[in-house]
């Protein structure tokens, strides 16, 4: 699943200073209270209280229980049994009871203001951590030799950055908690981005050929206040919405356990080292030695010059590093992949669509529903359109993590009633499908992202950076956008040994277009206690979308693909001006929605985003100049300036959207 696209919808901010949030937390040492206060997601379930016994059992456990629990992976949507979805309910609601407080990162030592500091995943402290990582790292000091020259913490997607620095002949080592596996559940994903992890070496076209398993035409967009399909003429033509289809995106069904035992097969045969069922215990970091990797006391610690955190949001080491913190945003999912629906209309996907206003949930707050859809098994392996009655379905929805927030199982009610609204062929889920898996998930966004390196030889990649759409599901759309990029700095790295966080951090450096997409999640959320005209997101994206779609593919393409652009043809910054630089405002299709889009999204957030629209264009200038600085760059003598110059140059292109290719006309 993935709206990398819209992989949603989007993450990432600008600058770093302080990871402090301004609400204060009980004075005193006695009434700290660490489960209610350490404020990022975590979905393991050795963290989350034990599930609370259901005196009645719900819909939902109903036909959860009916699944099969085979082909369980780790991972956001890995594991869609009952208990599973339990345990991350409990985590759901711990993370609304939380409370921000404010806590100096760059001390994390101290006490402050009362509050002890997190717990010690990652330290560089000598006086810390396992004793037997230190002295390992000082023993094999002696010949100059770590075990490895990169270790990747999580393998469901670190698999794939671990092969593409094998490639580039680093010793490489992943380690997976549990069994290094794909998930049952498809992932979509565009033969474009597929065939970028091609080129990178990672993949095989036989390999995309045997784990493409559904291949359809394409992905509607449509956003209305009622369900009406299929909808003719725009929003102010027929007062409902808007809906359009765009060809060739997120119309691919991947199946992960194929791709991934592909990949990790490669790279045992290259030489590179698996550990599953390995949860690592933490990580000591010495400068200038290398890092150390415990795995408890009854297993050799792994020694490493750099380690790679690929642990997702769930990550222990971004969660030290982002203590206090409560999340910006959240992106909460559910749905399901079954049997059932019409077969003649199961022909192309969703990637992006309503059919209702805004719902008031009362004390729980207002929320606009969207929904997903992708036909499972057609286009592939002899299947014909039309023979399948399988399909995935998603609605999700923008908040934040307000304490009064429903919980997911309220979601999961809600998307049971609403499914045959949106799916018209079925009446009653529970008796008219055979539901192959429940699907859950919530997604946290941090405005401070990507998050910037708090130690040196330690870097977080993927959704554990905050790299992806703060719009997205992030995961594997993320991945293959920036695997080349970041493949490609971190053996420039390793090659001149610069792994202090000062040089890793230009890895993860300021990206304006995703920073922008602040506003898209703020637009598409209510807050708790705020009054709106039920049709406002449905107004504002039938409305900005129809521009979009006017423009051609060269605006919609890139949008729908997680990418932000500004170029002489197109502006993809969307919501407030739907194209800056072609002189279509939406407030020149919609006047009078002006004011109430900057009464939704509010003033200081509005010049916020214009800054980082302004960066946009800055970026796209300087991208520009890359042909004429380049070949200075290449001509470097001191490597630092060299990697620093590279970074700079890939900074400009990614912030920019410049790394999109459009496909030859």
Same mark, same amino acid.
């Given at each position: ?52 016994? @259901? ?11 009916? %699944?099969?629990? #085979? ?9 869609? %049994? ?62 100059? %030799? ?37 998930? @049952? ?20 076209? @036989? ?46 069904? &991947? ?51 750099? &380690? ?21 945003? &959240? ?25 209702? @206003? ?105 959704? #554990? ?112 001006? #739907? ?87």
């Amino acid at each position: 699943m993935k709206f990398s696209s819209l992989p949603i919808l989007l993450s990432a901010s600008s600058l770093q200073c302080s990871n402090s949030f301004s609400l204060r937390p009980p004075t005193t040492v006695s009434k700290f209270q660490p489960s209610q206060l350490y404020s990022t997601v975590d979905q393991q379930a050795s963290e989350a209280p034990p599930p609370v016994a @259901e005196t009645t059992i719900s819909r939902t456990q109903r036909i959860m229980e009916k %699944t099969s629990s #085979a082909g369980q992976a780790s991972g956001a949507g890995g594991s869609s %049994t009952y208990e599973a979805f339990l345990r991350t309910e409990a985590n759901w609601s711990r993370l609304k009871a939380s409370q921000a407080f404010e806590y100096d990162i760059h001390n994390l030592n101290a006490v402050q203001n009362g509050i002890p500091p997190p717990p010690s995943f990652v330290t560089d402290d000598g006086g810390k951590g396992n004793p037997k990582c230190w002295e390992k790292l000082r023993a094999q000091q002696q010949d100059g %030799t770590l075990d490895y020259d990169v270790t990747v913490c999580g393998g469901t997607l670190g698999i794939f950055i671990a092969l593409s620095l094998q490639l580039k002949g680093y010793r490489v080592a992943v380690i997976e908690a549990g069994k290094l596996m794909g998930r @049952e559940q498809e992932w979509n994903i565009s033969m474009k981005e597929m065939l970028e992890l091609v080129e990178l070496g990672v993949l095989t076209v @036989e390999d995309i050929d045997e784990a493409v398993t559904t291949e359809f035409p394409g992905c509607r967009a449509g956003f209305k206040n009622e369900e009406v399909s299929p909808l003719k003429g725009g929003y102010f033509e027929n007062d409902i919405g808007y809906e359009c289809f765009t060809p060739n995106v997120l119309n691919l069904g &991947v199946a992960p356990s194929v791709l991934i035992e592909n990949v990790a097969r490669r790279f045992k045969e290259n030489g590179g080292t698996i550990l599953e069922k390995s949860p690592l215990k933490g990580v000591v970091v010495s400068e200038s030695l290398g890092a150390a990797i415990d795995m408890g006391e009854d297993n050799e610690p792994i020694t490493t010059r750099l &380690v790679l955190d690929c642990m997702g949001n769930a990550s222990p080491i971004t969660r030290q590093q982002r203590y206090g913190l409560k999340p910006d945003g &959240v992106c909460a999912v559910v749905g399901s992949c079954a049997s059932g629906f019409d077969k003649e209309t199961n022909l192309v996907g969703d990637i992006i669509y309503t059919n209702t @206003e805004i719902s008031d949930k009362a004390e729980n707050g207002k929320l606009q529903y969207f929904w997903e859809a992708f036909p499972v098994g057609i286009g592939r392996k002899g299947k014909e359109p039309g023979t399948s009655d399988t399909k995935t379905t998603y609605m999700f929805t923008y908040m934040d993590a307000s304490e009064d927030r429903p919980s997911l199982s309220q979601l999961m009610d809600d998307y049971w009633d609403l499914l045959p609204i949106y799916q018209p062929s079925i009446q009653d889920p529970e008796t008219d499908l055979d539901v192959h898996r429940v699907l859950f998930a919530y997604f946290p966004t941090f405005k401070d992202s990507p998050v910037k390196p708090q130690w040196s030889r330690v870097l977080a990649v993927g959704d #554990a950076s905050g790299i992806q759409s703060p719009l997205s599901f992030g995961g594997f759309g993320a991945l293959t956008r920036h695997l080349g990029r970041i493949s490609t700095a971190l053996s420039e790295a390793l090659e001149h040994d610069l792994l202090h966080k000062s040089d890793l951090a230009e890895i993860n450096a300021y990206t304006p277009n995703l920073s922008a997409a602040w506003m898209f999640q703020k637009a598409m959320s209510v807050r708790m206690g705020k009054s709106v005209d039920p049709m406002f997101v449905n107004r504002l994206l039938a409305t900005n979308f129809q521009i979009m779609n006017d423009m051609g593919p060269k605006t919609m393409m890139p949008f729908l693909q997680d990418v932000v652009r500004i170029d002489g043809k197109c502006c993809c910054v969307k919501i407030v001006t #739907a194209s800056i630089y072609t002189h279509q405002p939406i407030f020149a299709a919609d006047p009078t929605f002006m004011p109430q889009i900057v009464a939704h999204v509010g003033i200081p957030t509005l010049i916020e985003w214009l800054g980082h629209v302004g960066m946009i264009a800055a970026y796209n200038s300087l991208h520009s100049l890359t042909p004429a600085i380049k070949p200075f760059v290449d001509k470097m003598d001191n490597p630092k300036q060299k990697f620093l110059w590279k970074r700079r140059m890939e900074a400009w292109k990614f912030g920019s959207g410049n790394d999109y290719i459009f496909d030859e006309e």
